[in-house]
């Protein structure tokens, strides 16, 4: 038989509204807080579970933001939902997690799911899609609750969004490079549309051009973090087509990933890092401290985005937004120097 608040009313000697209260995070009945302790421990002695459709039918919140995702999303991002799912059970919510890779209508098809269990806000990492993004931002722009992870390419709404700055990424990899005596750049980069990896590429030319400095552009084929072999074999082309020929002297990495099989493949050669060649990678993963020499990286805080595009959501929901507003958020990267990048 279902536990109801009556029960738990009956149990505690207090009303159905204040357990009501209690239960749903309210303030709408004061209640003290030896009560409130009471009310708690009943109802988890008794397996109490909220019915949220109940709820929703009452007006109330669910109390769910949904996050919608790309399940093959590089291994940094899950510090980003990490962060996410912090911020919003600070504030009493839980995360409804919808997964797809490169299907549009999938994505969407978890939009609706969300929105049939009733989710008050929506965090959506995944949106540009070359050629189909339209479809995307047509069935989310009259939503007043949803907040971009990137800035959606698309002026159809005021989207709210929240943006790391990733052409100030290269820009601060290749400037240390610059500053640190290194005359021949490359970025070894990957051959996308991704709008991710074009930002840092327009930095890493902007950055090398204002300082009249030799650089290059290598796109390497992309490859799933679990694709070691193909990794391997478009590091070794990079040395061999762009590095050795150019006498490249300084690499901005794509990935760390990328970076550390280049590392790894630059010493079996007996080309030294960083004496002769230094490194810099993207994403600062754990293992960048792992390996000999240290990966240094640009750091894009994923934490700190998460914990951002949570409170840019929770605003929204608390003005009772009717219409996108246009919240924006821009989060700067952060060098983390460490000995592959030479000094």
């Known amino acids: 038989m279902a536990v109801t608040l009556k029960t738990i009313a009956e149990k505690a000697q207090v009303s159905t509204m204040a357990v009501s209260s209690v239960l749903n995070n309210s303030n709408n009945t004061r209640v003290s807080a030896e009560k409130r302790e009471r009310i708690k421990r009943i109802a988890a002695d008794l397996g ?3 019915n949220q459709v109940a709820r929703i039918l009452g007006g109330g919140s669910s109390k769910l933001i949904g996050v919608l995702t790309d399940s093959y999303i590089a291994h940094g991002y899950y510090r980003l939902i990490k962060s996410i799912e912090h911020e919003v059970s600070r504030n009493g919510y839980s995360v ?16 609706e799911t969300f929105r049939t269990y009733g989710v008050d806000g929506i965090i959506c990492i995944s949106h540009n899609y070359p050629s189909e993004e339209t479809h995307v931002y047509q069935s989310l722009s009259k939503d007043p609750r949803v907040v971009f992870f990137d800035k959606p390419n698309s002026d159809m709404a005021s989207f709210s969004y929240v943006e790391p700055d990733r052409a100030e990424a290269c820009r601060l990899a290749a400037t240390y490079f610059q500053e640190h005596g290194r005359k021949r750049l490359a970025f070894l980069s990957l051959k996308t549309e991704s709008l991710n990896v074009w930002e840092r590429r327009r930095g890493f030319v902007e950055t090398c051009e204002k300082a009249d400095c030799f650089h290059q552009i290598f796109e390497a084929a992309p490859a799933m973090e679990e694709e070691i072999d193909l990794v391997i074999d478009e590091v070794n082309r990079f040395i061999e087509q762009c590095l050795i020929p150019h006498r490249i002297d300084a690499v901005v990495g794509v990935t760390d990933i990328y970076s550390a099989f280049l590392i790894r493949e630059l010493n079996a050669r007996k080309i030294r890092v960083p004496e002769e060649v230094a490194v810099i990678g993207h994403g600062n993963d754990l293992f960048t401290r792992m390996i000999t020499p240290g990966l240094a990286s640009v750091d894009d805080l994923q934490e700190e985005q998460g914990k951002e595009a949570s409170k840019l959501l929770f605003r929204l929901i608390k003005s009772n937004a009717v219409a996108p507003a246009g919240l924006e958020t821009r989060i700067s990267p952060r060098l983390i120097v460490r000995p592959s990048a030479g000094n």
Not at 96 to 106: F, I, S, Y
């Open 96 to 111: 409804m997690l919808a997964e797809e890779h490169d299907r549009v209508d999938l994505l969407l098809r978890g939009y």
């Open 48 to 50: 109490y579970f909220p």
